[in-house]
Every structure is written in C-alpha cells, then in structure tokens.
DNA sequence: TTTTTGCATTAATGATGTCTTAACCTTATT
DNA sequence: AATAAGGTTAAGACATCATTAATGCAAAAA
C-alpha cells in the first residue's frame, strides 16, 4: 500500500517537529499547518488519509476547521483526529459533533498516538477512495473541476446533489453503496433527511443520464453500471 | 438500516445498566455480559457490531476476551472498544495490540460514549466488510462490494435474505451453521420468525446454486460445502 | 428590495419484489 | 409404524422503492 498521508496541525512550532519526526519515523507521509485556515487550504490539495487537528489554534480553530473539511466532498471521508488538552469535557462533544473520529489527549505520548492512529487508519484502509481523475470510458464521464457530465460527448451540467451523488456512484462502478453510506457522503452525517430524498435523485439521474445505469438492490442500496 | 447490536461488558451491574439504558435510548440493540467468558460465548451467538470491553473484570479480562474474540473468524470484523481507568497507558497500548479499534476513559460519561459510538460504528458503515471477493475459487464466488454471486461465470443477483445467507455460510465452507446461529445472524435475535423460513430461503438457494452446496445436518444446521 | 428561477425536500400514492406463513409432503430415525 | 425434522409450494402480508406534484427556500436577476 501506499504510504498513508497524514496532516498534522498545531500552532506549537515544537509539537509539530516531535510528533512530525514520530510520524515519520513510522512510515507516514507527513505534512504540517499552523492554524485552521492553512490546514483546509493543505488538505484540499494533499487530501490526507487523516488529519490531526488541534483544538485551540489561532486564525481558525480546529472544530471549525473540520467542519469545513467535512463539508468538502473530497475530503469527507479523511479520518479526523482532535487533540485537545485533558479534561475540556465540552470540546470533546463538539468535537464529535463536527465530525471528528477520535479525540487525542494532551500531553501526547507518540507511542499512545501512533497505537492510535494505526487503529484509526486499519479501519479505512481497503477504502480506495477516488483521490485520483474519475475512470472515463463508458458512456458517462464526468470533470470534477468543472462539474460537467459527458454523456456520449454531450454535455451535461447537474446540480449539486445529484452531480455528488453520481461522483459516488461512479467512484466506484458496480459497488453497492448502502443508502446510510450514501446519506453521509452526499448529505452529511448530521443532515437529516426524509426516506425518499435518496430516491428522487436517483430518478433525475436516471431521467437525465439513462435507466440502465443505475441499478436499484432493494433493501441495500444503489449502484451505478456501465 | 437494522438495528446495530452492540454487545456491552461490564461486571458492575450499574454500569451496565445505565451505559445500556442510554445506548437503547440511541436506538441500538443492546446485549450485556458481566465477565470475559460470558461475553466470548455470547458474542459468538449474536455476532454483535459493536463490543464494549470493561478492562478489569473476573473469571477473564477484557483484554483476553478480545484476543479470543478476534481469533473468531465470524466476530473477526466486529468493533471493539475497551473500557478502562484513566492513566492506564499500559493497558491502553496493549489494548491497541490486542486488536482494539478504541479506547474509552472510565468514568464513562453517557454522551462522549454516545459520539464516540457513533463515530465508531460510522465509520465501519462506509466499510462493508472486507474489500476483496470471498473464497472464491470453483463454482460459487461472491462479491460482497457489487452484491454479485458469481456461478461458474455466470452473474446472479440474489435477495438481501438469501444473499446474507448465503454470504454466512459460505464464509467457512464445510462447518455446520445452527439455526440459531443463522437466525442471530441473519435476522438478528429479536426478530421472531416461523420454523420454516430459513428452510425457505435455503431451497432457493439449491435453486438458483443447486442443491448439492448445501447440505443439511438433521437436528443441527445446514453448511455449504464446494 | 422585490421578483424570479431552479433546486432540494417532502408527502401521497402506486407498483413491485421480497419475506413469511401455512398447509401439506417427504425422509430419516426409533 | 410412529415420530420428528426438514422439504416444498403458493398465496398473502409486508417492506421497499418509484413516481409525481407541491412546497419551501435560497440564490440570481430585475
């Protein structure tokens, strides 16, 4: 596999040397930001396996950090680890609630973190995760940059939630994805929606793009076909 | 999406009753089990999602139970997490090692419990299972991701019944599954279903796969066999 | 600001496939 | 032969999804 990439965020120029120099050492592919703003522009262009995300940090706090990566659909499935100081009961909820997958505590101990992130990224890993340009062949393609849709070199602009939902569909041709794994990439994990928002928008799609391609497994979820 | 179980492991009954109040509150289905022992022969019966581990208990220790339980090919992709006094880095590491997926500090406080779940089992949803088709090999192959069972070549697409079935059974071929097992398995345990309905689903099994893969074991269970 | 437009969501209803049941049949075991 | 366990079948109950239209909302245009 390849090495895993991991954003490291802290203002502390000291914490980012020791557990960056740990991280390392472990094999990861480590960079570093200094405050929230800088860690969102980093993850967009890196896209990391998992971000480590100081709570208290100047410019842009680590809680908001992490809502605006989750709302990235790139990086909504990047793993989101908070360290905060010991005993701060409060941002250990909100935290959560932004959607964080662990909370590390302060003082760190790299070898309490390291056991810690090897269970992190042992439960994503298998996950390919489209990273990288979408397979074009068949039929359909999509641009990502430019959120147009090919089908058969016509040219189709979708809205929003359609056009992320066919991006996970076709992320991954023939998987299965459970409308509970559809409900938080597209939607969120905190979004709550009614049972047939899902179904609707698979009906546009199949409107706009063709039945055929877009397979229904009732009581699982959808697929997209070539 | 059913219900998760999660199996709860603690040998004091007050823990165990307010953690499992404020889990069923949450809507999960919740199993408990006062010592190490128990809990490994109860996880084997209702293959919980989810496995919370007192560290400290009598007659076996968190930390040998999940070793079993992950010596267990059917409870191999289960959670687990450990419970456990604060400051205890000792057994935080070797929890990890053990083949924990997280570590919880004890006192539990019901709503960090309740986001730390949540994330959990979040993100193990995203993950169904292992990654790579099954067994494989002669005749009958699955793949899980597409939904797919492959018969000499050939493409089938079956009902979510019979395929997590079928998916059971065939994940160790030759051992007998008992009712029982099945039922906890597939329907879950507080699913109450006729005599015959698990015959049914079988039959169309042979049906569609032929009779010969699945041989019944009078008065014990049924088993795949290649 | 007001109007307009288009998207996201819901609600209501209809269609379809899946699951379960019940009644009866077969086979092994004693 | 009697009994218990499972096999078979078809019909009805049930769950899940498809479809459509209407609503609310927010962004863009006037």
């Avoid at 929003?160 to 409900?183: A, N």
Wanted: charged letters at 30%; one cysteine or more; hydrophobic letters at 40%.
């Amino acid at each position: 596999m390849n090495k895993s990439k991991i954003l490291l965020v802290d203002d502390e120029p000291d914490i980012l040397e020791l557990i960056g120099y740990n991280l390392e050492k472990e094999g990861y592919e480590v960079h570093t930001a200094s405050n929230g703003r800088e860690a969102v522009n980093l993850a967009r262009k890196i896209v990391p396996d998992l971000i480590l995300l100081d709570v208290m940090m100047p410019e842009m706090d680590g809680m908001e950090a992490c809502r605006e990566i989750r709302e990235d659909p790139q990086l909504r499935h990047a793993l989101i680890a908070f360290l905060t100081a010991r005993n701060e009961d409060y941002s250990q909820i909100a935290g959560f609630d932004a959607g964080a997958d662990d909370y590390i505590p302060k003082p760190i101990k790299p070898r309490v973190l390291i056991s810690r992130i090897k269970a992190l990224l042992r439960r994503s890993a298998g996950v390919p995760e489209s990273t990288s340009p979408l397979p074009a062949q068949i039929g359909i393609s999509i641009d990502k940059e430019k959120y147009l849709v090919y089908k058969d070199g016509e040219e189709l602009s979708l809205p929003k939630k359609e056009f992320e939902l066919l991006v996970l569909l076709i992320s991954q041709p023939g998987r299965v994805f459970t409308r509970d794994h559809i409900l938080a990439s597209v939607w969120g994990n905190d979004v709550i929606v009614g049972d047939r928002t899902i179904d609707v928008h698979i009906r546009k799609l199949r409107e706009k793009l063709g039945d055929d391609y877009f397979k229904t497994i009732k009581g699982v979820g959808y697929k997209f076909e070539p």
